[in-house]
C-alpha cells in the first residue's frame, strides 16, 4: 500500500529548513534529477534519513567520509528492500562462522542472505568488519533490483559493473574501479539511485516499496519527508523531550532555527526520530467559537471569529463537538499546528483542556481595522445573539472578527490581548521604541542595525484620506524588502521579540502590492467623470468613475481598489528593455538593474490589441520590450508590466 499523499505549503517551507540540516557549510553536490527537480546532497541524504537507511550520530554528524563495512552495507540496502519492515537485528543462529548470533548484524547477514542478496566466502566466512568494495556493493544493489547471476555478462565484475552504468547508479559517483573501498558518502548515492532505479521486472523500486514518485519517475521526496513527520503533541511541562524517544540535535520554532531550550509550554510538537529533528509551532489564536462543518456531531472545521480553521486531531474534534463541553457563542483560545489546523483547545477560563495543554493562556494580535459590522448567529440553546464586530487584518496574514461593543474606525491600527478568554483592545504606538528607518540588507537579516526576526510579521497597510476612510493590506516576507531603504515615514509600528529582533513591522503603502495592475486601453475623462477600460492578466474589465476624474493616460498602470471601490490610479513609469538577466531581473538601457514582481505581467502589443505571453516564449531578437514599475527599487519598486512590440 502506498504511504497517503500529504502535500502543502507547509512542506516546501521544511524543506527549505531541512536545507541547513546536515552539511552546514559545505558544498553540496548537485544532483539533477532527470526531467524533475533538482536535487542536491542536503535532499539525497535528507530522504536516507527520513527512511531510516543513514542516520547520524548523537551528534547529528553523518561521518560521510568514513570507510563502510560489508556488515554495515547490508544493514543499509536490507532497509531499502521489501525487507525493511520486517527485519530484525538479532539471530537465533550464526548465520556465518564469523558472525555470531550475538553480532549485532546477525539478523540484517541472515535475512539479506536468505534473500540471496549476499552471500560468504567459501571458507564460510563472512567478513563483516571488513570494507565494502564497489563491485561488492553493486552486486547486492543489482540482486535487489531483481537481477541474478545469469544477468551478469562476463566474468566477476564485469557484467555487474556494466549494469551499474546503464542502469545510472553511478550518478553522483566517480568511482570506477571496482575494487574501490567506498565511504558514507558513497553509499548513500549508490542506495539513493537504486530507489530511483528500474527492477528487472520494469518497475521503479521506490514504486514497489511503497513510496510516492514524482512526475519525473523519482521518489517524490516532498510526499515523503511530509509523510515520515509525527505528531503533533502539545508539550505540557519540561519533560517533553522524553515523549520524542531520542534527543533532537536539530530543532525549529516558528520555522525558524532554534533550540530544546526554546521550546515553551502550549507549543506544538512535529518530530522526525531519523532526522531527529523537531518542528515546534506556537500559533494560539483566540475568538467566538460561531459554527462548525459540517456539524457539531463531527466537525472537520469550525469558525471562530470569522476564521475558518480545519480541526487537525481528534482531541479537538471532540471538544468542538457537542460531546466535548463547548458551546457556540464561548471565547475559545485554540492551538494551531503547522498547518494551521487546530490540534487543541484551552478553552475559557481553563475548562475543555484537551491534548495536556495548559489552561493558562494569553494571545496577542496587531494589525489595521479593515471593517465593522455585527453578525447574528444563533447560540447552542438555539436563542439568537447579536454581536458588533471590528475586522482586523493582523500581521500573520489572518482577518479576525472581534467582538467588542465600543466603537472603532476602520483604519485604526489596534492591538488585541486576550487572556483566558477576556480580550481588550488598544490602539498601537510604537513611540517608546523610538523611529526605525534604515537600509535593509541583501539576505533581509537587518533593517539598518537592528536584527529582523526569521519569522518576521510584515503588514503593509493603505488608508484612504476620503469619507468613509478604508483600509486595505497585505501581508509580506522579509525577503521583500531585501536591499530596500526605509523610512521613518514608511514605518507605522514595530516591535520586538525577547531576543530584541524586530518581530512585528506595520508599513505604510512601501511595496505596492496592494495595486491592481494592467494596461489602461480607454481613458475618457470629461471635467468631474470619467469613463475606463484596462486589460489585466489578460481579462478587459470597464468601470465609470461617476463624479470623479482620475487625470490618468492610456497605458500601464496600478490600481487600488478596496472593496469594489478605486481610491487611487496612477501610470506607470517606464525604461527600456537593454537585456533580461535572469527570471526575475532585467537590465534597462541605462544599465540599472530592475527585480520583476511576482506577479509580472508581460504582454505582446499587436495593431493596437494586447496579449498577455510570457518572457520565455519571446525571442528578444525580435522584439523591442519596455518594462513598468510602480517606484523606486530602493523603494520597493518592482516591474509590474513589460510590453513586447515586434521589430
Same mark, same amino acid.
Given at each position: ?25 559545505? =558544498? ?52 531499502? #528492500? ?6 530484525? #537485528? ?19 547477514? @541472515? *535475512? ?126 519540561? #519533560? ?5 524517544? %531520542? ?11 532554534? #533550540? ?23 500559533? $494560539? ?12 456531531? &463531527? ?31 464561548? *471565547? ?61 487584518? =493582523? ?10 461593543? @465600543? ?64 483600509? @486595505? ?41 496592494? %495595486?491592481?495592475?494592467?494596461?489602461? $486601453? ?18 478587459? $474589465? ?49 544599465? $540599472? &538593474? ?29 522584439? *523591442? ?23
Amino acid at each position: 500500500m502506498k504511504h497517503k499523499y500529504k502535500f502543502s505549503a507547509m512542506c516546501v517551507a521544511l524543506l527549505l529548513a531541512f536545507g541547513l540540516l546536515f552539511l552546514p557549510g559545505a =558544498a553540496n553536490a548537485a544532483y539533477a534529477a532527470e526531467g524533475g527537480q533538482a536535487l542536491n546532497e542536503t535532499s539525497i541524504l535528507n530522504v536516507l534519513a527520513a527512511l531510516e537507511i543513514m542516520n547520524g550520530d548523537e551528534s547529528g554528524s553523518l561521518n560521510l567520509s568514513s570507510p563502510v563495512t560489508r556488515a554495515e552495507f547490508t544493514k543499509m540496502v536490507l532497509a531499502a #528492500s521489501s525487507a525493511k519492515d520486517a527485519v530484525e #537485528s538479532q539471530s537465533s543462529f550464526s548465520p556465518y562462522g564469523d558472525v555470531t548470533r550475538s553480532h549485532w548484524a546477525a539478523g540484517y547477514i @541472515k *535475512t539479506a542472505r536468505d534473500m540471496g542478496l549476499i552471500s560468504g566466502y567459501l571458507d564460510g566466512t563472512f567478513k563483516p568488519d571488513d570494507g565494502v568494495k564497489l563491485a561488492e556493493a553493486v552486486t547486492v544493489a543489482l540482486k535487489n533490483l531483481g537481477y541474478t547471476e545469469a544477468d551478469f555478462a562476463g566474468s566477476y565484475p564485469t557484467g555487474q559493473m556494466s549494469l551499474y552504468h546503464s542502469l545510472s547508479l553511478d550518478d553522483g559517483l566517480s568511482l570506477n574501479d571496482a575494487d574501490a573501498g567506498l565511504t558514507r558518502r558513497d553509499c548513500a548515492y549508490l542506495i539513493y539511485n537504486m530507489l530511483n532505479a528500474k527492477t528487472k521486472s520494469g518497475n521503479i523500486l521506490a514504486d514497489t516499496l511503497g513510496y510516492n514518485l514524482d512526475a519525473s519517475g523519482k521518489i517524490d521526496y516532498l510526499s515523503l519527508l511530509n509523510d515520515k513527520i509525527s505528531g503533533p503533541f502539545v508539550v505540557a511541562d519540561s #519533560s517533553w523531550v522524553s515523549r520524542l524517544g %531520542f534527543e533532537p540535535t536539530t530543532v525549529y520554532r516558528n520555522d525558524a532555527a532554534s #533550540s530544546s531550550a526554546a521550546v515553551q509550554v502550549n507549543d506544538v510538537i512535529y518530530y522526525s526520530s531519523g532526522m531527529r529533528t523537531v518542528w515546534a509551532y506556537n500559533k $494560539q489564536r483566540t475568538g467566538t467559537y460561531e459554527s462548525a462543518a459540517p456539524d457539531r456531531t &463531527s466537525p472537520s472545521s469550525v469558525t471562530i471569529s470569522g476564521v475558518q480553521y480545519n480541526v487537525g486531531s481528534s482531541e479537538a474534534a471532540y471538544a468542538l463537538s457537542v460531546l466535548g463541553g463547548h458551546s457556540l457563542g464561548e *471565547t475559545l483560545t485554540v492551538l494551531l499546528g503547522r498547518d494551521d489546523s487546530i490540534v487543541a483547545i484551552l478553552g475559557a477560563s481553563g475548562t475543555g483542556i484537551v491534548g495536556n495543554p495548559t489552561a493558562n493562556s494569553t494571545t496577542e494580535i496587531c494589525g489595521i481595522i479593515v471593517g465593522t459590522g455585527t453578525k447574528n448567529y444563533s447560540d447552542s440553546s438555539g436563542n439568537d445573539r447579536i454581536n458588533e464586530y471590528i475586522q482586523v487584518m =493582523a500581521t500573520d496574514g489572518q482577518t479576525y472578527d472581534i467582538s467588542t461593543n @465600543k466603537g472603532y474606525n476602520v483604519g485604526a491600527l489596534v492591538k488585541v490581548r486576550t487572556i483566558n478568554g477576556n480580550s481588550t483592545i488598544s490602539g498601537l504606538n510604537s513611540n517608546t521604541r523610538g523611529q526605525l528607518s534604515g537600509t535593509v540588507n541583501a539576505d533581509a537579516t537587518r533593517i539598518g542595525n537592528r536584527e529582523l526576526a526569521a519569522n518576521a510579521e510584515i503588514l503593509d497597510i493603505y488608508q484612504s484620506n476620503g469619507t468613509p476612510v478604508r483600509a @486595505k493590506a497585505v501581508k509580506l516576507h522579509r525577503s521583500r524588502l531585501a536591499g530596500t531603504k526605509l523610512q521613518a515615514s514608511d514605518v507605522l509600528y514595530w516591535e520586538q521579540d525577547e531576543d530584541g529582533y524586530i518581530s512585528k513591522l506595520v508599513l505604510k503603502n512601501f511595496s505596492g502590492d496592494l %495595486f491592481t495592475y494592467g494596461i489602461l $486601453q480607454k481613458a475618457e475623462e470629461d471635467g468631474s467623470s470619467g469613463s475606463y477600460e484596462y486589460i489585466s492578466n489578460g481579462q478587459v $474589465q470597464k468601470f465609470a468613475s461617476g463624479n470623479v476624474s482620475y487625470n490618468v493616460n492610456r497605458g500601464a498602470f496600478g490600481m487600488l481598489n478596496i472593496d469594489g471601490n478605486i481610491v487611487s490610479i496612477r501610470n506607470l513609469s517606464g525604461v527600456s528593455v537593454a537585456s533580461i538577466d535572469s527570471s526575475n531581473s532585467i537590465t534597462d538601457s541605462g544599465g $540599472q &538593474s530592475w527585480l520583476l514582481s511576482d506577479s509580472a505581467q508581460i504582454y505582446e502589443s499587436r495593431s493596437g490589441e494586447y496579449y498577455q505571453t510570457s518572457l520565455n516564449l519571446l525571442n528578444t531578437q525580435n522584439y *523591442t520590450l519596455r518594462a513598468y514599475y510602480d517606484q523606486g527599487a530602493n523603494s520597493g519598486g518592482r516591474i509590474r508590466i513589460i510590453i513586447a512590440t515586434a521589430n
